[in-house]
């Protein structure tokens, strides 16, 4: 990128654009040393899906936008041993074999769909929170994929239906309350909440500590995902993790560990765009992947960003 002509400006926070006839003629943004404004006819709006002070900005400065269907969650917690067990056999342990993955969908009686996504063999539950009073855990797993446990989030789809308003930015409020719910429930101190496959099914937590240690930092507090997850969810929860076992023997297991709460799986929001690529209220604006409501992840979202520059390219060969 450099050898091209391009620079990075780390610790640079995108605050604003400014219009021009209707196209983007700057953008400002702010750095350890004060506001800058950098001139520019075409912006690639690439923020990730958790910048919701973007998503704030955009809507007041009227540019529309959209409310769109994502998924929450828990994370659930195996022992890499049980699941490299289930899914190898008698190959488990295999030293050309590396840590098992799994992609499970479970199709539920109560109209909802249950899920596993980003899942990390020999992994770790990892916070995820980026707003102060609220909580999110992700997953990870470093190169090896050795670490005790393996993890995955487990999702139920949630959308306008689910967010009492037609605002086109409650998805992301309804976002925000679940995260506040976690975070109380897990003491308001960042721990996060946590209950056994076991405890959830008996709807009582108790008290014990089974063979799953939450790899999950600084700590979590027992609680039920009751406490912080819509009634839907937890009964999904309830319905679904006994035909994932049917699937996968042992991913049931009693003593499994539910982590919460999975929240960020993709953009509660969409901002509009055409076929070009451009933003239905600022020309020259083009909304880019995770964050702008049009990828599903890492691959998609590098995807969409190599079809947004392909797009400004165009452009740019059209108006010479």
């Known amino acids: 990128m450099k050898e091209l002509g391009g620079e990075v400006r780390f610790g640079a926070r995108f605050c604003g654009y400014e219009l021009e006839n209707g196209r983007i003629s700057a953008v400002r943004y702010i750095d350890s040393s004060g506001e800058h404004t950098l001139d520019t006819d075409n912006v690639i709006l690439a923020t990730g899906h958790s910048a919701r002070d973007v998503f704030e900005l955009l809507y007041a400065n009227g540019v ?24 190898y056999g008698d190959f488990a342990g ?27 063999p020999g992994g770790q539950v990892v916070a995820a929170s980026s707003e102060e009073g609220r ?27 689910d967010y009492g308003s037609p605002h086109p930015l409650a998805g992301m409020h309804f976002q925000r309350r679940l ?29 014990g500590e089974g063979r799953v240690k ?46 919460g709460i999975e929240s960020r799986s993709s953009s509660p929001v969409r901002i509009l765009r055409g076929e070009d690529m451009q933003s239905l209220s600022a ?16 691959v998609s979202a590098a995807v969409d960003g190599m079809k947004c520059a392909e797009a400004v390219i165009s452009s740019l060969n059209n108006n010479n």
Do not use: W
């Not at 269907?69 to 899914?87: P, Q, S, T, W, Y």
């Not at 992700?138 to 090896?144: E, H, K, P, T, V």
């Not at 076992?245 to 042992?250: L, S, T």
């Open 179 to 207: 995260e506040e719910e976690a975070f109380r429930a897990g003491g308001a101190d960042y721990k996060a909440p946590a209950c056994t496959v076991g405890e959830l099914m008996d709807r009582k937590l108790s008290c």
């Open 283 to 298: 020309a020259g604006l083009y909304p880019c992947g995770e964050g702008a409501g049009y990828a599903g992840g890492i």
């Open 94 to 120: 295999h030293p050309s074999l590396k840590a098992a993955d799994y992609k499970l969908v479970a199709h539920l009686p109560n109209g909802r769909t249950l899920y596993t996504f980003c899942m990390c």
């Open 214 to 259: 939450p790899s999950y930092r600084p700590a979590v507090s027992a609680s039920l995902p009751d406490e912080y997850l819509p009634p839907v969810i937890c009964e999904s929860l309830r319905l679904g993790i006994p035909e994932m076992g049917k699937m996968i023997r042992g991913f049931d297991d009693r003593e499994a560990l539910l982590t």
């Open 64 to 87: 529309e936008l959209a409310q769109k269907n994502f998924a929450v969650g828990v994370r659930i917690e195996h022992l890499r041993a049980d699941i490299d067990k289930a899914m």
């Open 135 to 161: 909580l999110a855990v992700n997953g990870m797993s470093l190169f090896a994929r050795d670490d005790v446990n393996s993890n995955s989030a487990l999702l139920v789809n949630v959308g306008p239906e």
